[in-house]
């Protein structure tokens, strides 16, 4: 568990932005069961990746198409909401932070880890915004 001064900050990069923060297993079962399309940020504290993720996904949602609900969940603080969400993701292995993009509970999109570091914000943002105007019409 990190502290929370540490992560508060991170979260809020999201939660500002309109991402909702599912906290427990049974808030993503319930986030997941609706209908459309849902962008789910697997949030961390790694800097060198997960401090171009979050930019990324702000820009991307300048973009004219966008998903209809924003999920966040955060690796090793939000154990339980994390894996549920994770199982989702799969066969992709567990990696953070990632972007996952779900057309009615189904998985349509993915960014891991490995597609994220080393590259700038606007290049991730970039990608995101392909697919939301594949499957967010």
């Known amino acids: 568990m990190y502290p929370a001064e540490i992560v508060i900050p991170m979260k809020k990069e999201l939660t500002t ?4 923060e599912l906290l ?8 997941m069961s609706k209908l459309g399309t849902a962008l789910v940020v697997v949030n961390s504290v790694c800097g060198c990746a997960a401090a171009n993720a979050r930019p990324a996904v702000r820009i991307s949602l300048n973009n004219k198409n966008t998903p209809d609900h924003l999920y966040t969940v ?3 603080v939000d154990r339980d909401a994390t894996d549920v969400a994770r199982a989702k993701m799969m ?3 567990p990696s953070s932070p990632s972007l996952a993009l779900f057309k ?9 880890r490995h597609h994220i570091e080393g590259r700038s914000a ?3 943002a970039e990608n995101l915004t392909k ?3 594949e499957f967010c019409d």
Not at 17 to 20: T, V
Not at 24 to 31: D, F, H, K, S
């Open 17 to 20: 932005i309109g991402f909702e």
């Open 24 to 31: 427990t297993a049974e808030a993503v079962e319930t986030a």
């Open 74 to 76: 955060f690796a090793g």
């Open 91 to 93: 066969p992709f292995p």
């Open 104 to 112: 009615d509970g189904e998985l349509v999109h993915m960014i891991e």
């Open 122 to 124: 606007q290049l991730i």
């Open 131 to 133: 697919a939301f105007d």
